[in-house]
């Protein structure tokens, strides 16, 4: 195997689990409208003790400061940039040593890149990038062995504001058909990086030149989970005239740019091939489908024939290729308006399953085990395996094109998490998803249910609903735990939106240590292991690697191992484990 840091970002990123281009310009939009008013959320307060001279006290800090210290204390950041918090009023009593808590529980600190405790007295928590992840309520608890003094520090962040044009997606969809008197709805999203007081966000619809009414326009807005802004501007137009039709321009701008997409509006009926496809899918009478349904049988016909002298031949790929198989899945072959809600509750905020279809697959997130008014549904691979979207109460949230992502003759894997209120659904072996939306609501969300849009076949497998705390453990030497705190793991957390476990972090202390070896390796999904000479030399890693093993033997677990440095061939009969 290749050895060195390069193997195991590959690795973990296939093994364990895209903006599309727009017109972009820093020049301004051929019509501008009038800016909204923003309100700036920073206040400021400036002293300057030295305006009221020599007349006045001077200020003591000091003073009262065991009743200030019980204030709340305020400290804001900016995401991956440089930053520290201070022990208030530290410098007011003599005392010994700090110690920090983060939402009530002692930090377990080790020397890292990422974050040190500093100063004389560990007075000072050294942010070398601060991360989202590091907002939260700190304490600070200062003694001299004899008194006790604690402070509480409120820490929030925010991503860096955007400079540059908004991203957009096409216009869903780009042309339509309509004749007078029909109806039309055009979407358009984008995205506006993370905006500040001066930014004054706009998404509008224009139409040769002028401004479309914004009666006929519905707007929302949302911030994702990195802080950016995201706008849908939906265009409804009714009892449609002669003036209603042509070329509509959804501008997205922002003081630092702009951006556009177009969509027309076609008076008259679609092509003859999009019309001929129409009727034979949606309407069509049964005379004009005779020839094709005969053709059909004769082929089901011959497939069922094909099957049976094949059936050796697939037990054989069975039993040697695709031993891992597992045929417990759940079968969807009729149009369903209700959805089946029969698998365990969940536990946590992510799940992943497995589908073979050819269109139309969908789940819904409801906090009963039965559908409710306010629940959230998926759509995967609808309108004819071309688009996916999220409804809420049959209200469409949010569509994109997502074409041919279904395959009724193999296994795909997606992922879903809800984490702090945000959806995100993706494919495995991507980190970008291709819905995401934010809404409170999904923090209420306890069960998963699965139902079928289309006629067709629908099979699905889903992972370790309600069984699993962890999607990765991660077991390594100590030699190794630089790398593993400050690269692997946040990489793992951060990009890849898994939950990680460790054994520095998360282990209990008081516990044998092979009852948490056991416990850890049973409530993960995978186990990935960082290979070094350390490690093969680690008693107690060679007993954590066997339950892992046994663990993919015989209950489907699975193992990805990262070469950390080149193992000598003296210490290559580690396989033999």
């Not at 700036?40 to 006290?57: K, R």
């Not at 698998?343 to 050819?358: I, K, N």
Request: glycine content about 6%; overall charge negative.
């Amino acid at each position: 195997m290749p050895s060195g840091y390069g193997m195991w970002l590959c690795l973990a990123t296939m093994f364990l689990l895209t903006p599309n281009s727009s017109c972009t310009s820093t020049s301004p939009p051929p019509t501008e409208p009038s800016f909204l008013t923003t309100t700036g959320t920073d206040y400021y307060d400036y002293y300057s003790y030295d305006y009221y001279g020599s007349g006045y006290p001077e200020y003591d800090e000091c003073d009262d400061w065991q009743d200030k210290l019980q204030e709340l204390h305020y400290e804001r950041a900016v995401n991956t940039e440089f930053t520290i918090i201070t022990c208030p009023y530290h410098d007011c009593w003599e005392f010994h040593t700090t110690t920090w808590y983060k939402e009530g529980v002692r930090f377990k600190w080790k020397i890292t890149d990422l974050i040190q405790q500093t100063g004389d007295k560990g007075e000072v928590l050294d942010f070398r990038k601060v991360y989202r992840d590091d907002a939260g309520n700190y304490t600070c608890e200062m003694t001299n062995g004899t008194h006790t003094f604690a402070a509480n520090i409120q820490l929030t962040t925010r991503d860096p504001e955007s400079m540059t044009a908004p991203i957009m997606q096409p216009i869903i969809p780009s042309k339509a058909y309509r004749r007078p008197g029909g109806n039309a709805t055009f979407l358009c999203q984008a995205n506006f990086g993370v905006v500040g007081p001066a930014h004054f966000p706009q998404l509008y619809w224009t139409m040769n030149g002028t401004f479309v009414d914004a009666s006929k326009m519905t707007l929302h807005q949302r911030t994702e989970k990195d802080g950016s802004l995201s706008m849908n501007n939906t265009l409804s137009l009714t009892d449609l005239e002669e003036g209603d039709f042509g070329r509509y321009i959804c501008i997205a701008h922002i003081t630092f740019g702009w951006a556009q997409e177009n969509a027309t509006l076609v008076n008259g009926d679609p092509p003859v091939d999009i019309e001929i496809q129409d009727r034979i899918f949606h309407h069509a009478h049964p005379a004009a489908i005779t020839c094709p349904l005969v053709f059909l049988l004769m082929v089901a016909l011959l497939g069922m024939v094909y099957k049976t002298c094949q059936l050796e031949i697939q037990l054989l790929w069975k039993d040697y290729f695709a031993q891992f198989e597992d045929d417990d899945y759940k079968e969807c072959n009729k149009i369903r308006e209700d959805f089946t809600f029969d698998l365990d509750q969940l536990q946590g905020t992510h799940f992943s399953f497995e589908v073979r279809a050819s269109r139309d697959v969908r789940i819904a997130l409801s906090n009963q085990k039965a559908p409710t008014p306010d629940m959230f549904e998926i759509v995967i691979g609808g309108e004819w395996n071309a688009r996916s979207l999220v409804r809420k109460q049959g209200s469409l949230l949010m569509v994109v094109a997502t074409q041919d992502i279904l395959s009724p003759k193999e296994w795909r894997r997606f992922w879903v998490t809800f984490i702090d209120g945000t959806l995100e659904v993706g494919r495995q072996g991507t980190l970008e998803p291709f819905l995401r939306w934010r809404d409170p609501d999904l923090s209420k969300v306890k069960y998963v249910g699965y139902s079928s849009g289309s006629g067709d076949k629908v099979k699905l497998k889903f992972a370790d609903l309600g069984t699993k705390d962890h999607d990765v453990i991660i077991l390594y030497d100590q030699a190794q735990l630089g790398f593993v705190l400050n690269t692997l793991r946040v990489y793992l957390e951060d990009t890849c939106n898994l939950v990680v476990a460790m054994e520095d972090l998360d282990f209990e202390i008081g516990i044998d240590i092979a009852e948490n070896w056991v416990e850890f390796v049973e409530k993960a999904r995978h186990c990935l292991i960082v290979l070094s000479q350390d490690f093969l030399r680690n008693q107690w890693l060679q007993f954590g690697f066997s339950v892992a093993l046994e663990r993919m033997l015989t209950r489907n677990s699975r193992i990805t191992i990262i070469e950390y440095e080149t193992i000598p061939p003296e210490m290559e009969d580690f396989r033999e484990w």
